[in-house]
């Protein structure tokens, strides 16, 4: 008795495996389709401004009739539809289909952070969280400084209050005051990412995938506006005059641009520290290597040996056994 489609498992499995390939193409068509929407309703161009192909417009477009087609759609024409494609993608670039899902309500979710609970764009849900973020921040610096202000004016000075014991709240105080260019460095990296990610926004290039290069700005950008101060105290203009400036203004520099940190420890770093280069390395290790080569003409054995023994270095050693090893090849 012959096995029926339905229990062959290998029809069942090909009958799978096209059922997928169909649901991919359909996805990459939505997508294309909508990409092309974008293009057009923009009147994209490139950096040379050119316009649109309208040979890409007609394959994109012929992508949706494939669909249509009860028959096997030819390898051919997916092929065809698969290059405007790619064309297509690299014409609007940095703009993805997930760069305009991510700022499309459409393809959004439901948050806390939604009015009306709606369904929001996950780049508007990124930009509302890092509001809450830099709002924090300055609500923390504000009351740093208010608590500051109201502490001098009721508080006894340090030096009197040693005397009868320093209560908790001189601590606290400290405590603050440590924090502040941490907590400005938080403050200024919140407002670069703010600027950009509203900038990502209006031209429709947000990415998902670089929410945690954001986050690690953010920490960055609290741990430079504490670190900074460990190096500068001041800075200089375009004209060579000194600014000083005070521990909060460092700390919001470095936050903004945390650049400005590591270009500050590359200079320390090069004034300190001797600079080392292989080829530096390479030139010491010859000059070594001269410095205790020797010849093996009218050396004995003997010679070697007691060489050997007041060797104090490793390569001088190693070279010695070297030449060792060559004298016993001539006895």
Not at 159 to 170: I, S
Not at 187 to 199: M, T, V
Not at 238 to 257: E, H, I, P
Request: proline share 3%; net charge neutral.
């Amino acid at each position: 008795m012959e096995k029926g489609l339905d229990h062959d498992p290998n029809a069942i499995k090909t009958t799978a495996n096209e059922k997928n390939v169909e649901d991919d193409f359909k996805k990459e068509v939505e997508d294309a389709t909508d990409l092309l929407d974008f293009a057009v309703a923009q009147g994209f161009k490139d950096p040379d401004g050119r316009k649109l192909d309208d040979k890409i417009i007609e394959q994109i477009t012929q992508g949706q009739d494939l669909l249509d087609k009860s028959e096997k759609i030819p390898a051919t024409d997916r092929a065809d539809f698969e290059k405007a494609y790619r064309d297509l993608a690299l014409f609007v670039s940095p703009v993805t289909i997930g760069t305009l899902k991510a700022t499309s309500d459409k393809f959004g979710r439901y948050s806390r952070l939604s009015p009306m609970r709606k369904k929001t764009a996950e780049a508007i849900i990124w930009s509302r969280k890092l509001t809450l973020w830099t709002i924090l921040f300055v609500a923390i610096a504000v009351g740093g400084d208010l608590l500051n202000e109201v502490s001098g004016q009721f508080l006894p000075a340090l030096d009197e209050a040693r005397g009868e014991g320093v209560p908790w709240c001189y601590y606290f105080q400290s405590l603050l005051a440590i924090l502040v260019p941490f907590t400005y460095g938080g403050i200024g990296s919140c407002a670069y990412l703010l600027r950009s990610c509203h900038k990502y926004i209006y031209t429709r290039q947000f990415d998902l995938r670089r929410i945690p290069e954001y986050y690690n700005r953010m920490l960055l950008g609290v741990v430079s506006g504490g670190a900074i101060t460990l190096f500068v105290s001041q800075i200089q203009d375009g004209k060579g005059a000194t600014v000083r400036l005070s521990a909060a203004a460092l700390g919001f520099l470095a936050g903004y641009n945390t650049d400005f940190l590591f270009n500050t420890i590359e200079r320390v770093t090069a004034a300190i520290l001797p600079k080392v280069s292989v080829e530096s390395v390479q030139t010491a290790a010859a000059r070594r290597s001269a410095a205790f080569s020797v010849s093996l003409e009218g050396v004995s054995l003997k010679d070697l040996l007691d060489r050997h023994s007041k060797t104090t270095t490793p390569e001088e050693r190693k070279f010695i056994e070297g030449l060792i090893e060559k004298v016993k090849e001539r006895l």
